[in-house]
């Protein structure tokens, strides 16, 4: 059996960036769901909240996380809009290990060319003023709309995000997940299937953790080697892909987090400040991925930071 723990940490971090953030007593508001995208057998969809006729507002896109294995579009956090003077879209995308990464980074280009060309009728926006955010792998895909989409965002948001996919801390047997009950292959393999997916259920961690106790999550999620072919890694890494042209960017990380590195946002500063790119890098002492085991209140003057900082550039 797979230790509780486990399944707390996946749930906090890999997958947490997906659940329903709504204030006690305040009822989540519906979305208008659209397919974006049919490829695979899939219908990708979006989720757009906040749309209004007779007003026309910025865009806030959130990427959920889940070590692009897990997840959905369902439940984006709601401190991306407080004030609800944006219209926030939560996007899906087709799921690795059945999908690689080159398809799903395609589908994330196509939710952005989707909202360019169908928002501004559909739902009365101005992508223009596009925000990007998410967290973990979100946090990863949202590094990478920072040079792979057209127009540039306006902004992003990373939260417990990274750069690099190919350091040792994805392709080498991780300590930390080691500490776990060991998941045979025939398990890992069980959890997942053969054909595409867009939601993916926690059971699906069963896939992660066996990636990330034998260093195969890059192998897995986009079918190369990163020891024989580095190289080919290279346009899927954020970090190697920055330029002055690159939008201004908010990097949060905790120092104690257990399943990114907090050395991933600190090179991700480190670069950004090279090309001399307006960015924030909030570094969070203590914190656990996607800030597990912060105060509530901490964590409000963090969304706040990031808020202020980032809405400032979109003019």
């Known amino acids: 059996m797979i ?42 969809k979006l989720d757009a909240y906040g749309s209004d006729p007779n007003v026309r507002k910025p865009v806030i ?21 407080p004030q609800n003077d944006h219209v926030l879209i939560s996007i899906d995308y087709r799921l690795a290990p059945e999908t690689k990464l ?6 994330v280009q196509d939710a952005f060319r989707w909202i360019h060309k169908q928002g501004p009728h559909l739902l ?19 590094l990478m709309t920072g040079f792979c989409v057209k127009p540039l965002p306006k902004a992003l948001i990373s939260l417990s995000g990274y750069g690099d996919i190919v350091g040792p801390w994805y392709s080498r047997p991780d300590a930390y997940y080691l500490q776990q009950t060991r998941v045979s292959k025939a398990e890992a393999d069980a959890s997942v299937g053969t054909t595409c997916v867009s939601e993916g259920p926690g059971s699906r961690g ?31 890494c954020p970090v190697k892909n920055i330029t002055a042209k690159y939008p201004p960017t908010v990097l ?10 907090y050395e991933e946002s600190d090179a991700m500063d480190k670069a950004l400040a090279h090309f001399k790119v307006p960015h924030k890098f909030i570094s969070v002492p203590g914190g656990g991925h996607v800030l597990s085991g912060v ?3 901490a964590r409000a003057k963090i969304y706040d930071e990031t808020l202020a900082f980032v809405k400032n550039q979109v003019v």
């Open 206 to 236: 069963k896939f992660y953790l066996y990636c990330r106790q034998n260093g195969i999550w890059p192998l897995e999620v986009t079918g190369h080697h990163p020891d024989t072919e580095p190289k080919w890694f290279d346009p899927y």
């Open 3 to 44: 230790r509780h723990d486990f399944l707390r940490s996946l749930a906090v971090g890999a997958a947490s960036f997906l659940a329903p953030r709504w204030m006690t007593g305040d009822e989540p508001p519906q979305p208008r769901t659209f397919t974006y995208k049919t490829a695979g057998g899939c219908d990708i």
């Open 124 to 142: 009365n926006i101005d992508p223009s003023k596009t925000i990007v955010a998410g967290g973990s792998a979100g946090g990863y895909l949202t």
């Open 295 to 297: 105060a509530a209140d």
């Open 61 to 81: 896109v959130n990427i959920h996380g889940g070590a692009l294995i897990i997840g959905s579009r369902k439940g984006p956090m709601k401190w991306l809009n």
């Open 102 to 107: 080159p398809a799903i980074v395609e589908d």
């Open 252 to 261: 949060i990380h905790g120092t104690a987090d257990t399943d990114v590195p």
